[in-house]
């Protein structure tokens, strides 16, 4: 029986070179003032594309240099009472994992790629100078360029990145990701996700056809401050020193997604990581003690 489902996550970006792999592998979209590489196995691992820098992608506000963010991505898809046709046998829980951080060949193991393709609405200016391409569009010396497969008017953003994948628990990946770049928004990326239980669960795209149980999706996002905050380099350099002295925020340390409050549509004083919990600072009426909150102030 297969079952398809809809998930659809909206980026809006509103804070504040190296050997690279074959250009088939990404898309990078650079319209706009936010720019991000897309990966085909649907989900951008730390130094997916530059192998060299950590902090990549995701960059705002990308008209000026080394405004990126994006340190990993990683992207989990769990199933109950599986039966893995790879081995054969039978698994009480089974998992396929791609990110935060690479691994060797899992898009022959657990994450199959099927398509990347980059659509545009318009295609970017050609310039040249004395017969040599004159914009970063076209041909950028770190890669960040405008790679296009296909010019379509009549779609419904500025550039949309289709990426097909085939994972190893027979679950088919479909994601969408719509970048906006006209003059009142333009650092905005949607994706929009799309799973099917197809049975494909290798990469010769062999089928093995089953109900699949209790299934979850796991979304790991680390980001970290922009990569012009956190160069590596010499302590020679006074704008090198975080790379020695505060390591830790080129992994994300100072970035946290966070909820207050156990309703996030009425947050409370009260944070939840200080109580595991969740009741033992609440009162036989459920709410919070005075010992608790006076702890705050």
Same mark, same amino acid.
């Given at each position: 029986m297969k079952r398809s489902g809809l998930i659809i996550i909206v980026f809006l970006c509103l804070l504040s070179?190296?050997?690279?792999?074959?250009a088939t592998r990404y898309?990078?979209?650079?319209?706009?003032?936010?720019?991000?590489?897309?990966?085909?196995?649907?989900?951008?691992?730390?130094?997916?594309?530059?192998?060299s820098e950590q902090i990549w992608g995701f960059a705002w506000d990308a008209f000026y240099r080394h405004k990126d963010m994006q340190a990993a991505r990683g992207l989990w898809i769990g199933v109950a009472n599986f039966h893995d046709a790879t081995v054969p046998t039978d698994y009480d829980y089974k998992v396929a994992h791609n990110g935060p951080r690479n691994v060797a060949d899992?898009?022959?193991?657990?994450?199959?790629?099927?398509e990347i393709k980059q659509i545009a609405r318009y295609s970017h200016p050609e310039v040249y100078v004395d017969g040599n391409e004159g914009s970063d569009m076209m041909n950028a010396s770190d890669a960040k360029n405008d790679d296009i497969d296909e010019?379509?008017?009549?779609?419904?953003?500025?550039?949309i990145v289709y990426t097909e994948v085939n994972?190893?628990? *027979?679950?088919?990946?479909?994601? +969408?990701?719509?970048? $906006?770049?006209?003059?009142?928004?333009? !650092?905005?990326? %949607?994706?929009?996700?799309?799973?099917?239980?197809?049975?494909?669960?290798?990469?010769? *795209?062999?089928?093995?056809?089953? +109900?699949?149980?209790? $299934?979850?999706?796991?979304?790991?996002? !680390?980001?970290? %401050?922009?990569?012009?905050g956190s160069w590596e380099g010499s302590t020679s350099t006074r704008r090198n020193w975080i790379w020695h002295a505060v390591r830790d925020i080129r992994w994300g340390y100072a970035t946290m997604n966070d909820v207050i409050g156990r309703d996030q549509n009425n947050p409370m004083l009260a944070s939840p990581r200080f109580d595991r919990t969740g009741q033992d600072m609440l009162d036989d009426s459920g709410h919070w003690t005075g010992i608790f909150v006076r702890a705050f102030h």
């Open positions: 070179l190296s050997v690279l792999q074959a898309k990078w979209v650079v319209v706009g003032s936010l720019h991000s590489f897309y990966y085909d196995t649907g989900n951008e691992v730390e130094v997916a594309v530059n192998t899992i898009e022959m193991r657990e994450y199959m790629p099927q010019v379509d008017p009549g779609i419904s953003a500025d550039r994972t190893s628990v *027979g679950i088919t990946m479909k994601r +969408t990701v719509y970048a $906006v770049a006209q003059q009142n928004y333009d !650092r905005i990326h %949607i994706s929009e996700y799309e799973f099917e239980n197809t049975g494909i669960y290798n990469a010769a *795209g062999d089928v093995h056809s089953q +109900t699949l149980q209790d $299934v979850y999706f796991h979304w790991q996002w !680390r980001n970290a %401050i922009c990569l012009q």
